[in-house]
């Protein structure tokens, strides 16, 4: 069982940074993938990024490659994810999750969500 609790989120001005972060509890977390995922109002959760469980491998969608980054810490249970030149389309609630053996975008091979926080990008 993986507990995921995600902090960082708030509103910045287009151009802006922020770091989330993830907290996840369990002593099993290194042997996850964890992923970034977002959601906007009216649409649907969106995969944002991946870091392999020994963070040697990561990727993104491409609607934030050069601009988002991943990292992970396992010595903290803990994974990153930095958001430079943000964007007014970058505005949603972010989701950390986990995955067991998977390697990917599918939301549906996430086994562990956080409850998300809200970042607003005003233009």
């Known amino acids: 069982q993986v507990q995921l609790v995600e902090s960082g989120g708030g509103l910045v001005q287009a151009g802006g940074s922020l770091r989330l972060s993830c907290a996840a509890s369990?002593?099993?977390?290194?042997?996850?993938?964890m992923g970034w995922f977002r959601q906007a109002p009216g649409k649907e959760r969106e995969f944002v990024g991946a870091i392999s469980w020994l963070g040697d491998s990561s990727y993104y969608a491409d609607s934030v490659k050069g601009r988002f980054t991943i990292s992970r810490d396992n010595a903290k249970n803990t994974v990153y994810l930095q958001m430079n030149s943000l964007k007014p389309e970058d505005t949603a609630v972010y989701y950390c999750a986990a995955a067991l053996r998977y390697y990917g975008p599918s939301r549906a091979h996430y086994n562990y969500w956080g409850q998300g926080t809200q970042v607003t990008v005003s233009s």
């Open positions: 369990g002593r099993t977390f290194s042997s996850y993938t």
